[in-house]
């Protein structure tokens, strides 16, 4: 298989096959992640004894003409620095922009449980939960909000609209997922997939007011404790340069950097 990576949402995703008349047949492939409104997820891979004959570029091309014939504004992808040293220039040459650095972690969920859940008990004995703060399914918490929610804070392209978010939840993806929820809206979640003994978690957020306190301390103890009764005994996550919450939890645990992508993006129509 060209792409591996994708096997986990390929349910979700678009591929195109650049393929040879002679052997190998399958000299490269594309694919996206089908979102309308802004191309993400894109990964792209052509076969070592084929390289440097145009067939990612003509592959590239194809994504772009498929994203602005739907009338897409952005398309974002990540690269390994490290294990795929020639993504950087070959997407700068193109018309990419950096615009992020993305860390992933992992380590025992054991740790993190147990530190959420007694700093969530302590502040619920000292009152400082609000009366009204509760963490729900995710199929209990109203989609619009989560979706808004995460086209606020989390989706690379900023003006990412609502119903795209809202169309990835519906299909099913993360339904084991956690919402928090207070003063009548939705104010954080958790949203991941459980592959035990692993708990990956592919999007945390809080409203920006709310971090740093009682808010995450709740979520996270109710999200982890939902991971362990699964099967989960390590939790993987991601980090962007900018995320000082979640870096500070990767330092307090001790997590183990299992890998550095770069992120980029490319703005069509232009």
Known sequence: MLLPETAGDAGWREYLLAIS???PFYVGAVSWLRIPGSVRGLCLRV??????EGTGSRL???????AERRGDGELHCQADPVRDPVAAPFLLARGFNR???????????????????????RLAEAGKIPADARVVAL??????DVARLYAAYIAAN????CRSVQAVIEAGAFDQSRVLRCGGRVAG????????????VDAW???????????TMLLLADATRTGWDLGGRRIRFHASDRASETLAMARRFGAQTIETLESFRLQLGG
């Open 99 to 121: 615009s992020g650095l993305y860390r992933g972690f992992e380590t025992e969920l054991e740790p993190v449980l147990a530190y959420s859940s007694g700093w969530s008990r």
């Open 47 to 52: 076969v070592h004894t084929r390289l440097r």
């Open 21 to 23: 008349g002679e052997t």
């Open 60 to 66: 590239l091309r194809a994504a772009v003409e498929a």
């Open 189 to 200: 979640m958790i949203l991941g997939t459980a592959h035990p003994p692993r708990i990956e």
């Open 139 to 144: 199929r209990d918490a109203p989609v619009e």
């Open 158 to 161: 900023p003006g990412l609209p």
């Open 205 to 215: 957020v809080i409203e920006p007011e709310l971090r740093g306190g009682w808010a």
